[in-house]
């Protein structure tokens, strides 16, 4: 199973897995001041972006594996009550953060992360002929998460994290008359807990999956 290693500032996860598109994303408002009048030119008022927020962070992205195996990562950062009304607005003064009326400038103590890994084909290209190998519990089992909080360029590594469940479900195959000659496929499902006492919301959540020799097989961030 998915089983989160923690270690002193390092807080690490090893995908042991021995038993176990992003449907919404956050909308953009544009929002303009209203023109004031003047006696012979009217003035332009400040363009603001306000993002909604509400159901959280989501992301998504591909990775592959040095064997060839390729496949989907996808998530969902929430936390009770905190993202339920949550507003990002960006002016030419900077972004600034709004919840029910309030500006918020740091995270809840307490994340939520859901995670979901999806064995996924490496192109739709109907011309490739290279059969990927699939993702298998063992090769799962040498694969490490690591969590992130991304300032700018600057990277340190989550100090509390941990891992609250895991799940994993064979895929249908494309056809039934095939199931027989195909190799299963699975999606692996995650959920983690994540610190988040006194982070800014300017910082990213970033995760990183590595191989064993410490290769990226792929890198997402939760960007607010």
């Not at 089983?3 to 390092?10: D, G, Q, R």
């Not at 999806?118 to 799962?140: A, G, N, S």
Request: proline fraction near 6%; hydrophobic fraction near 40%; charged fraction near 25%.
């Amino acid at each position: 199973m998915f089983a989160l290693l923690a270690k002193p500032l390092f807080c690490s996860a090893l995908l042991f897995l021995s038993t176990v598109h992003t449907g919404a994303l956050q909308s953009r408002i544009e929002d303009r001041t209203r023109k004031e009048e003047k006696p012979e030119k009217a003035g332009k008022g400040p363009k603001r972006t306000v993002w909604n927020l509400d159901g959280g962070v989501f992301f998504s992205t591909d990775g592959h594996l040095p064997n060839g195996s390729c496949f989907r990562l996808s998530g969902q950062l929430t936390a009770p009550d905190f993202f339920d009304g949550l507003r990002r607005v960006d002016a030419a003064d900077g972004t600034t953060y709004v919840l029910h009326e309030k500006v918020v400038t740091v995270y809840p103590p307490e994340l939520f992360l859901t995670l979901h890994l999806l064995d996924f084909p490496c192109t739709f290209d109907l011309k490739e002929t290279v059969v990927r190998p699939p993702l298998t519990r063992e090769i799962m089992s040498t694969l490490r998460l690591n969590f992130y909080w991304k300032d700018g360029i600057a990277m340190r590594p989550v100090e509390t994290s941990k891992r609250t469940g895991a799940s994993v479900k064979r895929l249908a195959p494309y056809s039934a008359d095939a199931a027989s000659e195909l190799a299963p496929r699975f999606e692996w499902n995650y959920a983690f807990t994540v610190g988040g006492e006194n982070v800014p919301l300017t910082k990213d959540l970033v995760l990183v999956i590595e191989t064993e020799d410490h290769k990226i097989a792929a890198r997402v961030a939760a960007r607010l």
